[in-house]
């Protein structure tokens, strides 16, 4: 049997893979990389290359179970649906939530949603997504009018000048990171890293700007004032494509918020290299001001024409294999469906089409909002999929109370013990990466192909199917009767001819005819295509808009005097219940590490090798202390993966605080408050 070519089911760089089944038995796979997949040219990264180790059965939900009893499927769905009609017979549709993942496909997600926003009728879907890159979606929707990334990854193939803004690049998006390196090769292109921490990207840049803590607000509107100061602004862009914010080129300040040597440096670097882009993750977007930090980026290739150019523009790079799949099908709690709204054509138009009885009225709860909701009572049926909150959100002490306190909470997932299952009254066996079959979206809007390998295992079913099944027991089976994942695509791509009449560039009404044959082929590809914004902004004026930013005050505790970032780390992803499998991925950092300058280390006694506790207002956790000059002095970082390691120590979301960005309502994950003890 040849290989069946698929894509990675870690990070939003989308790799495509081939994988060759040694035999049905033992679930053997050979990985290798897709020489023809756009994205990585046969190229992948340790976990990818790992994935093979990760597909055993070894700790799989394999069974629905009620409570810690097996169940048969009919039974769960009776018990998942009973609990859902008594919930909003009782208590509104808005007591309904649904969490989902990035890790989800895009048939799951759109399932998902139609579910909740046309049927259910609660806006209460939100998704892991919103801790990743809610920020950029906010940002690009402000200055855009539609959350379009502008770029595509041959630009890194094809630019002078590179800032690498919050993104340790060469561990986390590898096969980004090495295509970059293939360009500085041939081009001679300069490699900046804007990052607090000397991070082992910023160790091979060129320059490495070490940033405050939420301080690339300040850096931006610097450097774009720059610009300006050296005739640099690219007025006859601005005339034709741009409108500002009022006031916005009086607000500009020259205070860069780093030493002037440094950037003096980064100035003219920016100014010799017009073919400039800037690549944003996490560190910009896990932050209270983080759509702000998005728009500060934008603001500054709008004006300086560095976008819609080859090898030029602000490039979000997401965190999932999946992220971006969500946003188009509008898995967050920000909006309906397909780019659309909740004006009252938009719902109309979204409730014609799904032939739904109960469109949501507006916006629902976002993920930290959603779970504060479940712990005052106000949610009371909490249906997660595909995701691990207990871990992965900030205060996970508040988030594991909450589910405590929830009357029905519903997991659906391929692990039969996480730390979310735990709290949950049903639990329903999904498909995992290898088994199910559908489409994801990377960060390039490259739509491509998850292909199955194995037979579902043990009473497995896939996400959208299980959302069909409950929507059926709900009395909705007619609008959720889809044989097969190319259905339910084939109706998410019709969908999107409501944006498509709206002028938004989300289009795939060229799949809406797709057949099953056709979808199983398909070959991966790029929806708003290489230069989706080159023929105007999707805002009602045509124009793209600079906004008016200005930076946030420095953040001062005198209980909690110390910064505390949170990372990742090369070889692990997420909270570790794929990776966590792989034994070769455990070698490079076994345990969770809290990196001190050594200056902080001397003043809270402290020693490399030992063990220190971080403390802040949510929590605290301990961990092995490694001294670090990479840090900058009054700032400390620890890994985000881990739930329980050293006797459940080494929790990081146990520490950060759930305060929000309050457009995007992105957690700040990277600039809390927190001091450090020996322990
Ligand atoms: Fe997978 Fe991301 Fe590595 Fe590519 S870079 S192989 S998508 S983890």
């Not at 390998?453 to 996400?463: S, T, V």
């Not at 009395?475 to 695509?489: I, K, L, N, R, T």
Request: aromatic fraction near 6%; include cysteine.
């Amino acid at each position: 049997m040849g290989a069946t070519r698929t894509t990675c089911a870690y990070c939003g760089v989308g790799c495509g893979i081939a994988a060759e089944v040694s035999g049905n038995d033992d679930r053997g796979v050979v990985i290798t990389g897709d020489r023809m997949h756009p994205a990585n040219h046969g190229r992948l990264c340790s976990k990818g290359t790992h994935l093979g180790e990760t597909v055993g059965l070894e700790g799989r939900l394999l069974a629905p179970m009620i409570a810690e009893r097996e169940a048969s499927w009919d039974e769960a769905l009776g018990r998942v649906a009973d609990r859902m009609r008594a919930c909003i017979a009782e208590h509104g549709p808005d007591s309904v939530a649904l969490y989902l993942s990035g890790q989800l496909l895009t048939e799951d997600y759109y399932a998902a949603n139609k579910l909740a926003k046309g049927y259910v009728g609660t806006g209460n879907v939100d998704t892991n997504s919103r801790l990743c890159m809610a920020s950029a979606v906010a940002a690009y929707n402000r200055a855009f009018g539609e959350d379009v990334v502008p770029c595509s990854y041959e630009d890194l193939d094809a630019t002078d000048l590179v800032l690498l803004v919050g993104s340790n690049t060469a561990w986390c998006h590898p096969v980004i990171w090495q295509r970059l390196e293939k360009t500085r090769e041939r081009r001679g292109t300069k490699i900046v890293v804007v990052d607090p921490r000397r991070t082992e990207t910023a160790e091979q840049a060129d320059l490495h700007v070490a940033v405050a803590p939420d301080g690339d607000v300040a850096l931006f509107n610097a450097l774009l004032a720059d610009m300006k100061r050296r005739s640099l602004v690219d007025e006859e862009y601005l005339a034709a494509h741009v409108e500002a914010d009022a006031g916005f080129w009086e607000d500009l300040s020259p205070e860069s918020g780093i030493p002037d040597a440094v950037f003096r440096k980064l100035c003219d670097l920016v100014a010799a290299h017009p073919r400039m882009l800037t690549l944003f993750s996490q560190g910009a977007n896990q932050s209270v001001c983080g759509t702000d930090k998005g728009n500060a980026i934008t603001n500054f290739h709008l004006a300086t024409g560095r976008i819609n150019r080859i090898g030029a523009g602000p490039f979000s790079i997401t965190g999932q294999p999946n992220a971006m799949g969500g946003r188009e099908v509008g898995g967050l709690a920000n909006m309906l469906a397909c780019h659309l709204g909740f004006a009252e054509d938009e719902r109309a138009d979204v409730a014609e089409f799904w032939k739904a009885p109960n469109v949501c009225s507006g916006p629902g709860l976002k993920a930290v909002e959603m779970f504060r909701a479940v712990h005052e009572g106000r949610i009371k049926f909490l249906w997660v999929m595909a995701t691990n909150p207990a871990v992965s959100l900030p205060d996970t002490g508040f988030v594991r109370e909450a589910l405590s306190r929830c009357p029905t909470v519903v997991v659906s997932d391929i692990i039969a013990d996480t730390d979310t299952g735990r709290f949950a009254h049903i639990r329903l066996p999904a498909l995992g990466w290898g088994e199910k079959d559908g489409t994801v979206t990377n960060s390039e809007r490259c739509i491509s192909r998850q292909r199955a390998l194995f037979p579902p295992p043990g009473e497995a079913r896939a996400d959208w199917k299980i959302v069909a099944d409950v929507a059926a027991r709900m009395g909705w089976g007619e609008s959720f009767a889809w044989p097969d994942a190319a259905s339910v695509y084939r109706e998410y791509a019709s969908m999107t001819s409501l944006a498509k009449a709206r002028g938004k560039v989300l289009n795939l009404t060229a799949h809406a005819d797709i057949t099953a044959a056709e979808y199983e082929a398909l070959e991966p590809f790029k929806w708003g295509g290489e230069r989706p914004l080159a023929g105007g902004y999707p805002t009602p004026s045509g124009k793209a808009r600079l906004v008016r930013v200005t930076p946030p005050a420095p953040a001062t505790n005198a209980e909690f005097p110390l910064r505390l970032n949170t990372a990742r780390y090369r070889d692990q992803w997420h909270t570790m219940t794929r990776t966590g499998l792989s034994p070769a991925l455990s070698q490079h950092r076994p345990e969770p590490l809290l990196e001190v300058h050594p200056a902080d280390a001397r003043a809270a006694g402290l020693v490399d090798g030992g063990l220190g506790r971080v403390e802040t207002a949510s929590g605290a956790s301990v961990y092995r202390v490694r001294v670090s000059d990479g840090q900058r002095c009054g700032e400390v970082c620890v890994p985000m993966h881990w739930a329980d390691a050293m006797a459940g120590e080494g929790r990081s979301n146990r520490l950060p605080s759930r305060a929000v960005d309050p457009v995007s309502g992105q957690p700040g994950y990277k600039n809390g408050a927190a001091r450090v003890v020996p322990v």
